[in-house]
């Protein structure tokens, strides 16, 4: 956590902290039972990251198996293919304020899974003694109605109904913050918010600052621990504006440059961004090497925490992660 806070604050001492998104990974390749089980026993989740930590040497945990418990709780089915998790949509639609009643809002303490994931964190902390990252995750507003609601409902709404929609957004960001307090009670220290719908494949810039920028703003500006914002694909139309949301770190997508990121975003701390397919799942040892290197001399050791540009696929190789991971520590800050 120590050096965690140094990174934030611009004056590393050894190296940069390392923490690949892991929770998935994890959760299947260090548990013994299927994810759809492990996910709801906050025991297998404890202990598969603790063996994970304990095998790679990454410096942060991810205290979850998945994100969509969210979602779940909210009443939407989750499915565990072998591909990864699925929200499955409620079987809804938003017309007027009036059918916003139709969405309950669970206890951010006691509905779902949050009791697993609360009960995760506190085993998680304890094992670290509050010197370890213990990361509590969930998804921002945007994308958590696009799981809700089906997108494309979504995103016509955007035109059709805007006032309906803003109304819904503010529910929704509402219960994040409630559930992100809840986190940080349990003994989250520091919050991962993806908002992958937000990302410009998806949405304008435009529709970003109108919609997305005010929310995360709200949400983050409220919460007392570091917040890391992931957003996925290519964030270069909507840098700046991540770079208002108050983020503590700006955790950016493999296709991002690095360097063109710090011109655009110079004050800010930025996260990333190992490629997870082509090197850590597809890649050799070199590749996953040369990858690593690559981030940390173009993004530089001050102000940056390595990471994977996006979550490990649960195939990736224990011996690529490892790879990145004594990388990074023996590059230290930068003397070779």
């Known amino acids: 956590m120590a050096r ?20 998935g990974w994890a959760a299947i390749n260090f548990s013994n039972v299927p994810l759809s089980e492990t996910a709801r026993d906050p025991k297998l989740i404890i202990d598969a990251h603790i063996k994970a930590m304990e095998a790679v040497g990454y410096d942060a945990f991810f205290a979850c198996a998945d994100a ?19 929200a499955d949509p409620l079987a809804i639609e938003i017309h007027s304020h009036e059918d916003l009643s139709r969405i309950r809002i669970p206890d951010p303490r006691e509905d779902g899974r949050f009791p697993v994931i609360h009960e995760t964190i506190r085993g998680l902390n304890a094992y670290g003694g509050g010197d370890v990252p213990v990361i509590g995750l969930f998804e921002a507003a945007f994308t958590t109605i696009c799981r809700l609601i ?55 810039p435009h529709m970003f600052r109108e919609l997305v920028l005010p929310r995360l703003q709200s949400l983050i500006s409220h919460l007392d621990v570091p917040c890391i914002l992931h957003i996925c694909g290519d964030t270069s139309p909507i840098l700046s504006s991540m770079g208002e949301t108050g983020a503590d770190v700006l955790s950016l997508d493999q296709c991002m440059g690095l360097t063109e990121s710090r011109t655009t ?28 290197l690559n981030c940390l001399r173009t993004a530089g050791t001050s102000r940056y925490i390595l990471m994977s ?10 011996e690529n992660l490892k790879t990145m991971v004594e990388t990074g520590k023996a590059y230290g800050l930068g003397q070779q």
């Open 150 to 204: 089906e997108p494309d409902l979504i995103l016509r709404m955007v035109y059709k109904n805007r006032p309906v929609l803003e109304t819904l957004l503010d529910k929704i960001n509402t219960f994040l913050l409630d559930f992100g307090r809840a986190l940080i009670e349990s003994g989250a220290n520091v919050l991962f918010i993806p908002d992958p719908t937000a990302s410009s494949t998806m949405i304008s």
């Open 68 to 86: 969509l418990y969210v979602p779940e709780a909210f009443g939407c089915k989750v499915r565990f293919p072998p591909t990864g998790p699925i």
């Open 265 to 292: 975003v110079p004050d800010a701390v930025l996260g990333g961004n190992v490629d997870p397919v082509q090197s850590l799942l597809m890649g050799t040892r070199e590749q996953v090497e040369k990858d690593t």
């Open 309 to 318: 540009g996006c979550g490990v696929p649960p195939n990736t190789p224990v």
């Open 4 to 23: 965690f806070m140094d990174a934030l604050n611009g004056e590393p001492k050894d190296r940069v902290p390392i923490f690949p998104s892991i929770s």
